[in-house]
């Protein structure tokens, strides 16, 4: 490879992680120019440390690719639908004929004129899954054409998946791994390492990740910067980076029990793979080792970690954001001292 790019790399850390995937301190990668995410992010980090750990879990695993074809009318449409319902058996064997590793988990259609949108979802073992589940919904296109007279192929991607776009329905189907983190922050802690009070953070998470994304138009998200820690994770790790669009759409959620802040985020469309294209390179598999991710382990167990080990991440880095969003004039101040020389 000729002039390769290179994108500065730090560790932070470690981040305490509880959780039945991951339960342990770790130090996490992060590529990026913008240089204060590192010291942002670590400072979350040692919050997570001094706090007993973030919680993590994950709701939902699953890939998606969705087929459009086109039937000679509506009603034709309708038939075809009802037929797929009924033949769900037949839909799992010729998709898990297309790879070892490929699990159907069902599909979703949509309808709209004569047009079929039908959304496959796998599970793709410890791929992040994009070329999985393309071939599989080529099998399957094969299957229904043969099986369906008079259907008209238009594309194996039909933008129902949704693959690197902003989108309602990734949030609500799922695409990736669903993964929720969640830290209690004592008062002192809150005080000392954060220099704000739990009060304050709730109240701006409300008006601005809240009321501040329903204004802006936000689909589905409400958060502060998922995408810079998420973007700065992928590129360490050898992810397609593009999948931050999706990934991004998120929701930070912020309360006050007592004297101490429960802080959490839910990220609904966490695309990771250890294994695959990008994986290849020396610093991504050094990286994916240290984190313990390319252990001998159940197909799918790897790629989970990696999810959750990302999501810990992300709170991290918007919990000290947040923070610092309280107290005027600080954001300003990290950025000229750390970027203007």
Known sequence: MENPAIIPMKSIGPVKINGSVVNEELEVPLATFETPLWPSTNRGARVSVKS???????????????????????????QTVRFLKTHTDEVKTVVEKTSGYARFLGLNCEINANMIFIRLEIETGDASGHNMVTKAADAFLDWLLNSVKDLKYISV??????????????????RGKNVIAELVVPEKICARYLKTTPAKIVEL???????????????RTANAHFANILLA????????AANIIEG?????????????????VTLPNIIVGTVGNGKDFEFV???????????QRKPGDNSKRLAVIAAATVLCG????????????????????????
């Open 52 to 78: 007993g750990g973030i919680y993590t879990v994950i709701t939902d695993d699953r890939m998606s690719r969705s087929v459009l074809v086109e039937a000679g009318n509506a009603g034709k449409a309708l």
């Open 157 to 174: 991607s039909g933008n129902y998946c949704v693959d690197k776009k902003v989108s309602a329905v990734n949030g609500i189907l799922g």
């Open 205 to 219: 998470y409300i008006k601005k990740n809240l009321i501040g994304s329903i204004l802006s138009g936000g689909i």
């Open 233 to 240: 994770f992928y590129l360490a790790t050898g992810q397609d």
């Open 248 to 264: 991004s759409q998120g929701f930070v959620h912020a309360e006050q029990r007592n004297s101490d802040l429960y802080f959490s």
């Open 285 to 295: 598999r050094t990286n994916l080792r240290n984190l313990g991710c390319l252990e």
């Open 318 to 341: 918007e919990l000290s954001l947040l923070a610092a969003l309280t107290n005027k004039g600080e954001l300003m101040r990290t950025h000229e001292k750390m970027e203007r020389k």
